[in-house]
């Protein structure tokens, strides 16, 4: 098996079995047949990145029906805004500045450059949500992007000064060509800017329901710091992020234009300490994973025998690693509520557990639930204050089974 950015040896440290597509939701009675491929994860001993072991086409995970709304949280609302306005006082300061964003989803980060009158592109391959973004006011182009996608934006719309990318970049396994896309189209003083779940936040947490289908890579400092001097980059910032269950944001500028930010060393080093691309590190996080499996299905189990009402909250698309990877069904997880509506009426892949819509967790409240979108848990425990004064106990699994009772 060789690494899909430098051909190097893959050492594989964790598996996960046959996994559906993480967004494909069953309609209940079709009998048509469901998408499984291998989920398993490794490490690239020459280049440190980790990285699935099979890719699953992107037209099977990116199409018109995407589901996944960036504005669907009030924190992820604010995230992106914020960063959009960090933009437009610190990059897109020069003459008729202009931006673009991989994979800008419904808008939310670019309908704010849009409304500042600043030149903006959104390149995103996902037709439903790119609707949405235009329906925002912000530009869009209906596509994939590699290097032939840059050398069109660059004719028709003159260099960027900043290219961004947010959970998108990890999406995609061809990395070669964004990276000479971007040295296309940046303008030579300009950045790339990219955020994606950090490998250091899995480890650390064992979160490894962040590894599903649409997540081929989990960078590090230590892998995109060398990912970018193969093309002639260099990492000059990183900011880690509390979204998302723990991202870093990444700055890449061409080597010697910027300084790099003392972050960089500092979050370099620390790596090196956590010995974060050991493959001893990686096997002790499989172990811990192992582990978390064998807990919640015996504490899952044990509830179905006791009588006790367990729902899942959030349909989420790492929710479809949890939930397949344990083996939990509607025998143990009645249903799971979710806000979006393509989502409702549908069965989780996989898994087949109905998803309802959230009002339904409170008709009436079950005794446990099973918190799967555990990456937004202040915002859901800050609304769902009724049910622990219904007596409610949430299920947690990350960074290991525990019960949150409020
Ligand atoms: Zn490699």
Same mark, same amino acid.
């Given at each position: 098996m060789a690494c899909r950015i430098c051909s190097g040896r893959l050492h594989p440290f964790a598996d996960f079995g046959r996994q559906p597509l993480s967004d494909a939701f069953v309609i209940p009675g079709d009998p048509g047949e469901e998408f499984f491929f291998h989920l398993a994860v490794g490490l690239c001993v020459a280049c440190s990145t980790v990285q699935l072991l099979e890719e699953v086409p992107r037209e099977r995970m990116f199409h018109e029906g995407y589901p996944y709304l960036s504005s669907g949280s009030s924190v992820m609302r604010e995230h992106f805004q914020s960063l959009a306005k960090r933009l437009l006082t610190t990059e897109l300061t020069g003459p008729d500045p202009f931006v673009v964003e991989?994979?800008?989803?419904?808008? $939310?980060?670019?309908?704010?450059? /849009?409304?500042?009158?600043?030149? %903006?592109?959104?390149?995103?391959?996902?037709?439903?949500?790119?609707?949405v973004a235009a329906a925002k006011g912000v530009r869009v182009r209906k596509d994939f992007f590699e290097a032939g996608t840059a050398a069109g934006i660059l004719a028709a719309d003159g260099p960027a000064d900043v290219v961004y990318a947010a959970n998108t970049l990890c999406h995609i396994p061809y990395l070669d060509?964004?990276?000479?896309?971007? &040295? $296309?189209l940046l303008r030579p003083g300009g950045v790339f800017v990219f955020e994606d779940p950090y490998l250091g936040d899995i480890v650390e947490r064992a979160s490894f329901d962040q590894i599903y289908d649409e997540h081929f890579y989990f960078f590090s400092a230590t892998s995109v710091s060398g990912l970018a001097r193969?093309?002639?980059?260099?990492?000059? &910032?990183?900011?880690?992020?509390?979204? %998302?269950?723990?991202?870093?944001? =990444?700055?890449?500028?061409?080597?010697?234009?910027?300084?790099?930010?003392?972050?960089? /060393?500092?979050l370099l080093a620390a790596e090196e300490a956590a010995a974060l691309a050991e493959p001893a590190t990686l096997h002790r996080f499989a172990a811990r994973v192992a582990d978390t499996r064998e807990r919640l299905v015996t504490l899952l189990t044990g509830l179905r025998e006791q009588g006790a009402r367990v729902y899942g909250y959030g349909a989420t698309a790492k929710s479809a690693t949890v939930?397949? =990877?344990?083996?939990?069904?509607?025998?143990?997880?009645?249903?799971?509520? &979710? +806000? +979006?509506?393509?989502?409702?009426?549908?069965? $989780?892949?996989?898994? %087949?557990?109905?998803?309802?819509?959230?009002?339904?967790?409170? &008709?009436p409240y079950p005794d446990y639930a099973l918190l799967l979108a555990w990456n937004h848990a202040e915002e859901i425990m800050a609304k769902e204050t009724e049910f622990a004064r219904a007596g409610g106990t949430w299920i947690r699994y990350v960074p290991e089974v525990h019960l949150v009772r409020a």
């Open positions: 991989l994979g800008c989803n419904d808008g $939310t980060m670019l309908s704010v450059v /849009a409304d500042a009158g600043v030149r %903006h592109l959104g390149v995103e391959p996902s037709g439903g949500v790119a609707d060509s964004i990276m000479e896309g971007v &040295d $296309t193969r093309h002639g980059f260099e990492l000059v &910032d990183v900011e880690r992020l509390p979204v %998302h269950g723990g991202e870093v944001r =990444y700055t890449l500028a061409r080597r010697g234009a910027r300084t790099p930010a003392p972050a960089v /060393a500092e939930l397949n =990877y344990c083996g939990i069904g509607p025998e143990l997880v009645s249903f799971v509520c &979710d +806000t +979006t509506p393509a989502k409702q009426g549908r069965l $989780t892949p996989g898994s %087949h557990i109905p998803v309802r819509d959230p009002e339904a967790f409170a &008709d």
